[in-house]
């Protein structure tokens, strides 16, 4: 399967590694608690509203 080239030279699935990999470090070592006050204060790309 070939992945498609972004402007930058990267592919989107180093792009999605990238995003893992900082997610990743940002909730290590949180409690749950902390974990979820993280989440309720991220950015989402679709509104919580529809789901709620």
């Known amino acids: ?5 972004i402007k930058n030279g990267k592919t989107i699935l180093t792009d999605l ?4 990999d900082k997610i990743s470090e ?10 979820v006050e993280y989440l309720k204060k991220k950015k989402t790309l679709h509104p919580t509203s529809v789901w709620e």
Request: proline share 0%; no cysteine.
């Open 17 to 20: 590694r990238d995003i893992r």
């Open 26 to 35: 940002e909730l290590q070592g949180k409690t749950t608690e902390q974990i």
């Open 1 to 5: 399967m070939k992945t498609k080239q």
